[in-house]
């Protein structure tokens, strides 16, 4: 079995790209637009196994050919994956008529065509948010069927006792008939408004605040620390990001909880 067929990700991929063009593979590293990396281009900064490239729609195999731009590799990858610590007030979303969007936070190096947020916190939401290109690794990421634990920190209008973790524990039915499985709740304080840490297999709307309303209680701050053994790199900063590690995406589907 290779890596591919046992669920390992390999950030440089297979040999099986097809040619494309110069100015589209640039535009896909985060050199810019298409029309920035034309310039790039005209300009005489891109070489391609040491020849500089002449035209802007000559077409390359950006897996075997060396491209450099201003005499650096570019070091190609078909997929990207992205952390970031999502601030309040920010939608998870592609794109939006009104509201800013995660990705409009991304820094430009990081910025390519078909990014997404794999899964969603609510506006409100802070913490460990993955933005990537690689349709199948969200999937893989989100599906239920693959239990990936999210760890969520949380403070909680109300005195959170031994009675919500195991009402957390046994899996909760709201009125309308929605279920949540089991989910484990961890007491960092408690008191009239108390600190935890839920964590908690699925990624149903709203879940972590309406779980606490079936219970009595209301959630004032929520904030995403975990996704299955990856950790919110401590040193980002709110609206921060950074490019995962092919040792950190695995991290994701190791077991966790
Ligand atoms: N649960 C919620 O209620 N909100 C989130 O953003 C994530 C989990």
Redesign the pocket.
């Known amino acids: 079995m290779n890596k591919k067929e046992q669920g390992i990700y390999i950030i440089c991929t297979e040999n099986d790209m097809a040619k494309e063009r110069i100015d589209k593979i640039l535009s896909s590293q985060g050199f810019g637009s298409r029309k920035e990396v034309q310039t790039l281009i005209k300009r005489g900064f891109v070489v391609v196994d040491n020849t500089v490239v002449k035209k802007i729609g000559e077409k390359f195999d950006p897996e075997s050919d060396i491209i450099t731009v201003m005499g650096k590799p570019i070091n190609f990858k078909k997929n990207i994956y992205i952390m970031m610590n999502k601030p309040a007030g920010i939608i998870s979303a592609s794109m939006d008529p009104k509201m800013k969007t995660v990705l409009d936070l991304l820094p430009k190096h990081l910025q390519r065509k078909g990014l997404f947020p794999a899964g969603?916190?609510?506006r409100n939401?802070e913490g460990l948010l993955i933005i990537t290109n690689d349709g199948d690794f969200a999937h893989k990421m989100l599906s239920p069927k693959n239990k990936i634990y999210k760890k969520?920190e949380a403070i909680i209008d109300g005195t959170v006792t031994e009675t919500q973790i195991n009402q957390f524990e046994n899996g909760i039915t709201l009125q309308n008939g929605i279920s949540y499985k089991p989910a484990r709740l961890n007491i960092i304080e408690s008191g009239p408004r108390s600190i935890v840490e839920v964590t908690i297999c699925e990624?149903k709307f709203?879940?972590?605040?309406?779980m606490f309303i079936a219970v009595g209680m209301r959630?004032i701050y929520?904030k995403?620390i975990k996704i299955g053994s990856l950790c919110l790199d401590p040193c980002l900063k709110l609206g921060e990001c950074k490019e995962l590690s092919e040792f950190e995406i695995n991290s994701i589907f190791r077991d966790c909880i």
Request: aromatic residues 8%.
């Open positions: 969603r916190l609510d939401t969520y990624g709203h879940q972590i605040k309406r959630v929520l995403r």
